[in-house]
């Protein structure tokens, strides 16, 4: 916990960089714990006269000099508050005290001269200011001048405190010198608007002021009284939609920037704003055509580049949005705002160390930039430096310990660590700042689902998409928790996935058209495959094998590669490919088009619900014929993919009511395998030498809920001598290892007979595991077929297609139908059978590497010309059907 001085001290810190309301909630901090303390009542209100909250300022003020009358600061604090709140013979009397109390210093026999300046100039002997003063003083203006215009103005309120327009100047010129956190501009303002109440110029200052300090009702009222004046002034009407928008009033907003272009059509700040307007209204390609009219007026209007490329980027035009931020800092090079949102956009499409480039630069330009910290973190963190991206997210945090963009990417990189509990309370901060803050809420479920907490995990991700309707990735991340769901039945998890399909997919119905492909049945097909996962990704065990042995005579290969950070197994794959195509920084519709514009006649989704899926693009139909394969290991839910490549195991007759897809069955397995090349050599059972049993599971923490510990359990009960492994990169910290053992604790299981940790790579754990146990409902994958080519057979539980599944198809491709259980008990007792004659598991294990190599796990080209004859039976079915 922080001490009073630290509080105070960083507080202090923020209120001098300008960071008020940051400062404020700090002080109000210092108060809770002490509301009497002289110098946190001090600061307080040093801080509320500033912002023109003059009632409660003067309250603290009052309270401060209270408790401490000997502390000079603060009867000047008091005085000078009471001067700017017009209680100038209140201020004379408190300084006159002070005075009177030996706190005679320089600085209070000038304020009092001030106070005794301001007293005269209420009367009515005051000198009217020399005409001259305001001739030079806008000679100054209009020559550019503003430093000497500022002194000069400042001269004039000293002289001539009761003239409005040395005021009005002065406020106006700090307000558009930048310096909008400082309330001084305000105060200045509102003294010129009480000289002189109705100048329209100093309403829309005055207007303006407020906006930057955030008083927005202050602000719009200010400009609608300067509209009662000059109702026909389109800067007016421009701010007011600016304070409007920001009110969170875009159609109002629209409103008054359409006013103003109806005044004067050319006005390029108001079809800027306009802009905005329709932005956030929605309304992209209209907002785009507003940038682009500002720039035919102005092609040198940094605003207007910096807006277009804003909007670019939400059309997922990324790469012309870059162009677009780029030219904003040719005309503005120092602005540290268009170098993070530049820096946004390259992190977009993989360019991660060009975007740490534009974040350094921000950061001289700004040192107490949270949002570069922030969007620096982040793309440390892509680069694989986690350290370093903690640190970023850290600094961002001293500036503002409520920045909830670094509290919830912290919990990101945390969950990455294997840090779940640190990631949990980043997470819950996050939340406990912006409780409606969607991301968070996202990244929140990802963590609790990873704590056996599914149903949570799956409330998050639906209030996130309460709270952001097409939110796709939240509700994408639910339907992967459901899949796991030990107690969900399979028809409720597919009625979510219609549900998905309903909100996200069947809209884009409308862009549906006939495709020109040529409708030859026995022509070279062009496949596209769609994936993010062309890189060093357990996924390519599985595909690479194909790629590199598809008949390049019978299909053409195009891959559509929305791969973040290429690596060497990217190479090879660009390798396979006919052509490449990046799509990172493609939108949904334009990377559609490029689909069709290729004439691709079969579209393969290689992702599912998984991260960096495209199944947008898919819900487009941009190809003849689509489906999906290996990716996810189920249903997309889209009702515009025709067909889900799989076997019987994986998907029996009978289960095609689960499916949005029609079930297009190859033969068993429907996958093949490419094993790592250093997995070694296949080890003698370790029972043998040790004289008991060890099971084994490389599986994520999501896949072991109370189903599987209770079994797990029971079978540890029948082999009182029997060991479990459970090595997984979800169980890297003692918080998690603790939290799984005491789940078998309950069951009796003693935490002796758990190894529980993470080994990478785990060829080591299999070499000293005699039997694997699959997981259930959904079984696990890539893991199962690694087990096995170490010599590793497994117990698996046969349940909800198709993920359930997938532990079948593997041992049924593998020969080794025994190992399948139909329920729970069987699976128990299949395991105890096997792990009681170590003779017969001996003899399997030795021979498992050699029966999997001479079968179809193993035989590449086989299964590239098993894939192609169904592509071939799907085309020519295509074919029929337009005939």
Known sequence: MKTFSDLLAEGLAHHGAGRLDIAEGLYRRLLERDADHPEANHVLGVLEVERGRFESGLTHLQRALERSPETGAYWQSLAEGLLLAGQSEDALSVLEQALASGLDTSATRELKARIERAIMGDGPVQAEPVRADHDRLLDLLRAGRLAQAESLARQLTETAPTDPFGWKVLGTLLTQGKREQDALP?????????????????????????????????????????????SDSPEIWNNLGISQQSQGYPNQALASFERALTLQPDYVK?????????????????????????????????????????????????????????????????????????????????????????????????????????NQGISMHYLGRDDTALACFDQALSIDPDAIEAWSNRGIVMQHLGRKEEALTALNRALEIKPDFAMALNNRGNVLKDQDRLDDA???YMKAVDIKPDFAVAYSNALFVLNYHPDKPAGEIFAAYRDFNRRYCEPHRVVWRAHANDRDPERRLRVGYVSADYRGHSAHYFLEPLLANHDKGIVEITAYSQVLREDVVTTRFRDDADRWVKTLGMSDSA?????????????????????????????????PVSLSWMGYGYTTGLTAIDYFLTDEVMAPPGSEALFAEQPWRIAVPSLVYRPAPDMGAVSPLPALARGHVTFGTLTRSI?????????????????????????????????MQRALAARFATHGIAAERLAIGYSSPPWGVLRSTDIGLDCFPHNSGTTLIESLYMGVPYVTLAGRPSVGRIGGMMLTGAGLEDWIAVSEDEYIEKAVALASDLERLATLRSGLRARLEAGPWRDEAGFARRVEAAYRAMWRRWCAEQA
């Open 186 to 230: 305000v105060l200045e303002l509102e003294l010129a608007l009480r000289l002189a109440p109705g100048d329209a110029e100093t309403l829309n200052s005055l207007g303006r002021a407020y906006q930057s300090q955030q008083r927005l009702e202050d602000a719009v009222d200010s400009y609608r009284k300067a509209l009662e004046i000059q």
């Open 270 to 374: 108001a079809h800027n704003s306009r802009g905005r307007a329709l932005r956030e209204l929605g309304r992209v390609e209209e907002a785009l055509a507003c940038h682009d009219r500002a720039l035919n007026l102005d092609p040198k209007n940094a605003d207007a580049h910096n807006n277009r490329g804003l909007t670019l980027m939400l059309l997922g035009r990324i790469g012309e949005a870059i162009a677009s931020y780029t030219q904003a800092l040719l005309l503005r090079p120092e602005d540290a705002d268009t170098l993070i949102v530049l820096g946004l956009a390259l992190s977009d499409v993989g360019r991660f160390d060009e975007a740490l480039t534009c974040y350094k630069h921000a950061l001289a330009i700004a040192p107490d930039s949270v949002p570069a910290y922030v």
């Open 458 to 460: 799956i409330a998050d």
């Open 591 to 623: 990377l559609a088009e490029r689909i069709r514009a290729d004439r691709i006649d079969i579209l393969v989704d290689l992702a599912g619900h998984t991260g960096g899926n495209r199944l947008e693009v898919f819900a487009r139909r941009p190809a």
């Open 703 to 735: 896949r072991i809920n109370h189903r599987t510990v209770r079994v797990w359990s029971a079978i540890l009960d029948r082999l009182p001598a029997a060991r479990l492994v459970i090595d997984s990169k979800d169980f890297t910290t003692v918080s």
